[in-house]
RNA sequence: GCUGGUAUAACUCAGUGGUAGAGUACUACAUUGGUAAUGUAGAAGUCAUGGGUUCAAAUCCCAUUAUCAGCUCCA
């Protein structure tokens, strides 16, 4: 028989041979490290028998195939564990994820971190017992009876999701049995190093209004070093969340007084009004202009926007004079009412209008998060308005327009195209012309994207840029919105070649998306160690004793006309206790000033990234700083932390 | 909103029913210094809020608020 392997090599075998028996002929190594297996595409066990000429693919813990056979079986040891000391717990679903795995029950009460402890332990003996794990098939009928007797309702209600003709298939491991499609390692004592993490509860199949359950997380590695080291870098990934780095660096606060409402301290308002000058900068190259529209409108303008039918809950409103306000949620109504102010021409298309909107949302208690999910906040909106010919180009600008401004930053994005959702207006016409228009933009640009169906605003389908938080949990940042409905609703018109009036296509987009989470983002990103030219406080200065603030003062006042953000450390400290204090706050550069600098007229620079570099005259430090900050440029540290 | 945690000084946290604690920061005084913590002293808390149990509550119970993890949501 021949054997096709997956990297396409094939060998030829006399005898019957098993998986296992394979890996071993092929290397020792391989065999020691297989997972699982699929031969001409269906899983099977490593200890099956082949006698015919198939492909066969043999999965190790390096795969990602073979991580996800490795924890999905240390899911059921979690699952079988629980079932031991608890038997009345049903079963819902247990699959791997990044890193480890989680179960879902369903019991009277949720999990105590003691039970969680005994659970653990339990786990350990199941692995030290060795079970031999098997697969067994039975028909669907066969299998709904089984699971109703054993009293597992959530697995009977999935397999009656199955088509009526399949096979479903089981794992068993001494005593314990689990609907699993698979596949599985061969032996629980494979199993070597995993950690119960947490409790948290969960919707049965994800739905709000389904039961919720209660849901075990863990860590699972097939080396017990590549755990610790995936539980070094949480503790790691704590250090930089953007909550703790905001309160030490003085940022911003979120303070009881105002759940969700965030507070800008002064040196994060230098932060975030650096984002904005620089945001105006690229916008006006780019062709924009700038409006800024109310907060609070009236009912009848969200009604007509549609906000008040698809929105209402979200919003806060208020009654002025008798009649319903409501304080904006999106931007994109005021823009329509000020492009309404005059009339437009084909000529003047496409038309940019940008807005640092502050919007309102009501957000549900349980979503906020630090400065990601807030309730009140600041997009960096603008709306394009164009002819129909002009959408293709004017996004594939806009994309452009955002990648330019996340490489400032450094950061990698994830796009998404979002398509239309139930709860939404237009024709499927319009939405079919839109979808359309976003993908080819994508496309033409050859872009990699994923698709989420139905995700879509209301009012049009988007792209979606997401950017990655400490634990690499995505964030949508940038936004592309293409929308036929609003021009409608508002009837918003220009006039063409013809003479005539038309309705132009319109486009929301953000870059930032909100300035309040971009900068979640990127204190997250720089573990609060800003580039130069956004760091609240770019230089400081720290005279050796009182004698020398004199001069300190003259340096203080040449950076300052450069417009550099200096501060100088007049305290009574030692020279140490200042530096440790200065590189805490993670100032990019200090300057110690004593006796020879005085004397000389010069700096010792000490930087954020190298450490000490020595002295340097004034003036030649500010042409040096001054070009790292029109540069922009994003300098890697040399120096550990302690 | 849901499930489960948490809430003590400006910050980080100890304190399991009997007088409120530590380190850091802050203030004062001394020290005038050379690249990550000078010393001494002082001030600082309605123990989140509101109820309850008890002779007695930071501590036990209930509710509320905020917050954390996850779920759901995220136009």
Redesign the pocket.
Known sequence: MIVQLKDGSKIEFDNKKSVLDIANGISEGLARMACCALVNGEVVDLRKEIDEDVELSIFTFNDEEGKKAFRHTASHVLAQAVKRLYPNTKLAIGPAIDNGFYYDFDREE?F?EEELNAIEKEMKKIVKEGLEIERFELPRKEAITLMSEMGEDYKVELIKDLPEDSKISFYKQGEFLDLCAGPHLMNTKAVKAFKLL??????WR???NNK?L??IYATAFAKKADQEAYLQMLEEAKKRDH?KLG?ELELFA?L?EG??FPFFLPKGSILKNTLVDYWRDVHRKAGYMEISTPIILNKELWLRSGHWAH?KD?MYTTIIDEADFAVK??NCPGSLLVYKTKQHSYRDLPIRMGELGLVH?H????????LM?VRNFTQDDAHIYMLPEQIKDEIKGVIELIDQIYSVFGYKYKMELSTRPENSMGSDEDWDKATTALKEALDEKGLSYVVNEG?????GP?IDFHLEDC?G?TW?CGTI?LDFQMPERFEIDYVGKDGEKHRPVMIHRVAFGSIERFIGILIEHFAGAFPTWISPVQVKILP????YHDYAHKVREKLNDANIRVELDER??????K??EA??ERVPY?L?V????EEQGTV?V?SRAKG?EGVSSIDDFVIKIKDEINKKLIIEREVE??
Not at 572 to 577: L, M, P, T
């Open positions: 949720a105590t947490s409790v948290a509860g969960a919707y994800g739905n709000e919720m209660s849901r909550r309160k979120l009881d759940p969700g929105y979200n949620p999106m949302r957000e549900m208690s349980g979503a906020l998060h630090g999910r995700d879509g605003a209301f009012y988007k634990l949990r949508q919105q050796i004793s009182e004698k009574a400290e030692k020279i140490g206790y530096i440790r590189r805490m200090l110690v004593g006796q020879s600098e010792s000490r000490d932390e302690n």
